[in-house]
């Protein structure tokens, strides 16, 4: 196909541009459910799909636009700019590693796993270097003596929810996506 690439990059922009609209659409969380962090929201699912389809490069990339649109244009909060690239940028391009699972038979809920887990290590690790100013703090009932529990309590409130989330209704679309894909290829 003459355009691949071009439809390749439209397809992504498409993308970027449903998980910003999503990212309107959330319900704030984290923090032993105080709102001071995180929310539960579809973000990933169109980024997720997109890596699937398009694979692990492309799907890297979307997240990265994705992240720092998302920082600039939906009340995105850091406290300097190590943590705006860390907590947005490359958090949400790590969700691009979906597309390692492409091919697969569980491809779409295997690679929300796959996503989240990478954008949860993103996040615990900004914890841990940058956020590890607020340790000792209580969290959930629990004090937190060291930045990697906090890190753990506090990216876990909203992080565990959102991938359970992400699996689930990549699960659930697996089937007519597949049905998509094919009808899509036939024609």
Same mark, same amino acid.
């Given at each position: 196909?003459?355009?691949?690439?071009?439809?390749?990059?439209?397809?992504?922009?498409?993308?970027?541009? =449903?998980? =910003?609209?999503?990212?309107?659409?959330?319900?704030?969380?984290?923090?032993?459910? +105080? +709102?001071?962090?995180?929310?539960?929201? =579809?973000?990933?699912?169109?980024?997720?799909?997109?890596?699937?389809?398009?694979?692990?490069?492309?799907?890297?990339? *979307?997240?990265?636009?994705?992240?720092?649109?998302?920082?600039?244009?939906?009340?995105?909060? *850091?406290?300097?700019?190590?943590s705006m690239l860390l907590d947005y940028s490359v958090a949400y391009m790590c969700v691009g590693f979906a597309g390692v699972m492409r091919g697969s038979r569980f491809a779409l809920p295997l690679g929300a796993l796959l996503g989240c887990a990478g954008r949860f290590a993103i996040h615990f690790i900004s914890g841990v270097?940058?956020?590890?100013?607020?340790?000792?703090?209580?969290?959930?009932?629990?004090?937190?003596?060291?930045? *990697?529990?906090?890190?753990?309590?506090?990216?876990?409130?909203?992080?565990?929810?959102?991938?359970? =989330?992400?699996?689930?209704?990549?699960?659930?679309?697996?089937?007519?996506?597949?049905?998509?894909?094919?009808?899509?290829?036939?024609?």
């Amino acid at each position: 196909m003459k355009y691949k690439k071009l439809i390749t990059m439209c397809e992504g922009a498409v993308c970027v541009a =449903l998980s =910003l609209v999503l990212s309107y659409m959330k319900i704030p969380i984290g923090a032993g459910f +105080g +709102g001071w962090g995180g929310s539960i929201d =579809l973000v990933m699912i169109p980024l997720i799909v997109y890596a699937l389809r398009r694979g692990t490069g492309w799907g890297l990339g *979307a997240g990265l636009v994705f992240g720092t649109l998302k920082f600039f244009l939906a009340g995105g909060v *850091a406290v300097n700019w190590q943590s705006m690239l860390l907590d947005y940028s490359v958090a949400y391009m790590c969700v691009g590693f979906a597309g390692v699972m492409r091919g697969s038979r569980f491809a779409l809920p295997l690679g929300a796993l796959l996503g989240c887990a990478g954008r949860f290590a993103i996040h615990f690790i900004s914890g841990v270097t940058i956020y590890a100013i607020v340790v000792p703090t209580e969290i959930m009932g629990i004090v937190a003596g060291g930045p *990697a529990l906090y890190s753990l309590l506090y990216n876990g409130t909203y992080m565990l929810p959102n991938t359970v =989330l992400a699996v689930a209704v990549c699960a659930l679309l697996r089937i007519p996506l597949a049905r998509i894909e094919k009808a899509r290829t036939a024609a």
